[in-house]
């Protein structure tokens, strides 16, 4: 504890395995994962791998605009952080969602989430398809869920994304 007017000690008062059970004890509770990481520097580097393991990029069944909910328009700023970009296992993405600026183009963040392991988008296009087989997640990609029927000119770019999925597993 530091005194008043002092400067506050930055050192970790406790050995990082205890940090890491406390955080074990939060496991699938995000809210109070992302309030812990509030905490200290050692809580966030722990929590974050968690928080961010899995991320939803569509509306939903949401009626409302996805442009007038507040953590949309916060998407932006996230996907272009690639300290946090990299902790995505698994993405819920549909393209008809305007989640940039306009600047950033969405495939393109696909090439960034090196640890995803699950992919499910909704209507896809062929650049989509272009940015995930030339990405560093396709040879550990083992789901792919696709909704949308494409067109025929992009079935090309479709056989060619499969084909470098290596890890892919059939269900």
Known sequence: MSLPGSEPNCESRFPNEIFAL???????DV?????????????????????????????????????HLPLVRQLGSFLQNL??????????????VQITDGNEDPAR??????????????????????????SPFHGALKELYIDVVFPPTDWDCFEN???????????
């Open 31 to 67: 809210p109070a994962l992302r309030n812990v990481s509030l905490v200290c520097k050692d809580f966030a580097a722990l929590a974050q791998p968690r928080i961010f393991r899995v991320v939803r990029l569509d509306a939903g069944r949401s009626r409302v605009p996805v442009e």
């Open 161 to 171: 994304m499969l084909a470098s999925l290596t890890a892919l597993e059939l269900d």
């Open 109 to 134: 963040t696909l090439g960034s989430m090196s640890s995803l392991i699950a992919l499910y988008i909704c209507l896809p296009s062929s650049k989509h398809f272009q940015t995930i087989e030339i």
């Open 83 to 96: 300290k946090l970009v990299r902790f995505v296992q698994r993405l819920h993405f549909s393209s008809h």
């Open 22 to 28: 406390i955080i074990d004890g939060l496991r699938g």
